[in-house]
């Protein structure tokens, strides 16, 4: 299974992005899909979750109410919108299929990983 996070990039503090997540064997279909971020010297963190069927998601207090995480079936992608970014948003961003349809915010409950892709917020 491969997992493929894009869109990341520099963006000024106060703007937005949104990242997707495809993988191509349409595994993730039936899992809940997450988005963990990283930075250097410091363990990854949960972003959010969304389920199998798009029905619930929850996210990070850090992050409530600036990111939204929402999946196209038809499209096999899951996105992560992000705005009002701040510079303490910067990290490298991670996809991840959970093991079952709801997912949690524990690292050890997803099963495949993407290979990142790295925001930016300048101040």
């Known amino acids: 299974v491969q997992l493929q996070a894009s869109g990341g990039g520099l963006v000024q503090a106060g703007g937005s992005l949104r990242l997707s997540c495809t993988e191509s064997?349409?595994?993730?279909?039936?899992?809940?899909v997450g988005w963990f971020r990283q930075t250097p010297g410091k363990e990854r963190e949960f972003v959010g979750v969304?389920?199998?069927?798009?029905?619930?998601?929850s996210y990070a207090e850090s992050v409530k109410g600036r990111f939204a995480i929402s999946r196209d079936t038809a499209k096999n992608t899951v996105y992560l919108q992000m705005t009002s970014l701040k510079p303490e948003d910067t990290a490298v961003y991670y996809c991840?299929?959970?093991?079952?349809?709801?997912?949690?915010?524990?690292?050890?409950?997803?099963?495949?990983w993407g290979q990142g892709t790295q925001v930016t917020v300048s101040s």
């Open positions: 064997r349409r595994t993730f279909s039936n899992n809940a």
């Open positions: 969304i389920s199998w069927k798009g029905f619930s998601t």
């Open positions: 991840a299929v959970g093991r079952n349809a709801y997912g949690t915010s524990t690292e050890n409950t997803y099963r495949y």
